[in-house]
């Protein structure tokens, strides 16, 4: 399968820890997207990139939350200090350059804060 | 940020015809109209996209009408598989060749055996 690969795929923390996310793009999609989900609604933006650089961040990603993608493959999305508030599925996806209006999801992280 | 609306949830027999609209009524120019598919605990599922008229492809059917202020998804004959979260997105161009996806609440269609 050479899908969007996200690991792990459940993390239960307890609040105040450290959690990184990992997110593996389909091979030689330049973008890439981070959104957050909770229950019963929809997926929220949180930041996106094209290559290595991130071109966008949402209000949503506060100063607990940074993503990188250090050399344009796959990408990591750490969130400081966590909080109950943050338990949700978070999701990844990518898109090719010459169809950059369609987005590939992995099937997301769900992280658990208790 | 073009708004979207569409029905919360949706009940159908197996084998209809289910169609969801949605509205878009401040979509722009260089906007597209796209679908998704969700099940649950998995990340949703490009359907099918379209700018105007009517887009087919195995799955789904698009129309949007000449304003592109509303498009209707058409899944014809569903089966209980079907039964998913449905999000309608306009993907908003960004800027340097990028497009933004913002998603809804969805539709949620329950097909009944």
């Known amino acids: 399968d050479t899908g969007v690969s996200q690991n792990p795929r459940h993390k239960i923390t307890k609040r105040g820890q450290n959690v990184t996310f990992r997110c593996d793009p389909i091979s030689e999609h330049n973008r890439l997207y981070w959104y957050r989900q909770t229950l019963g609604q929809g997926p929220e933006f949180l930041t996106y990139?094209?290559?290595?650089?991130?071109?966008?961040k949402s209000r949503l990603l506060s100063d607990r939350f940074s993503a990188e993608r250090p050399k344009g493959s796959f990408s990591t999305l750490e969130i400081q200090r966590t909080e109950q508030g943050d338990s949700a599925m978070y999701l990844c996806?990518?898109?090719?350059?010459?169809?950059?209006?369609?987005?590939?999801f992995g099937q997301g992280t769900r992280l658990t804060v208790v | 940020l073009a708004k979207t609306t569409q029905p919360i949830s949706m009940d159908s027999y197996e084998g209809q015809e289910v169609n969801i609209t949605c509205s878009h009524n401040n979509i722009a120019t260089n906007d597209y109209i796209t679908w998704y598919q969700q099940f649950p605990s998995q990340g949703p599922r490009f359907i099918i996209q379209?700018?105007?008229t009517k887009v087919t492809n195995e799955v789904a059917s698009l129309f949007i009408p000449a304003d592109r202020k509303s498009s209707t998804l058409s899944l014809p004959r569903v089966s209980l598989s079907d039964t998913a979260v449905y999000y309608c997105?306009?993907?908003?161009?960004?800027?340097?060749?990028?497009?933004?996806?913002?998603f809804g609440k969805g539709t949620k269609l329950s097909v009944i055996p």
């Open positions: 379209g700018y105007k």
């Open positions: 997105l306009v993907v908003q161009y960004s800027g340097a060749g990028s497009y933004q996806l913002t």
């Open positions: 990139f094209q290559n290595e650089a991130q071109l966008e």
């Open positions: 996806a990518s898109s090719p350059r010459e169809r950059n209006t369609e987005a590939f």
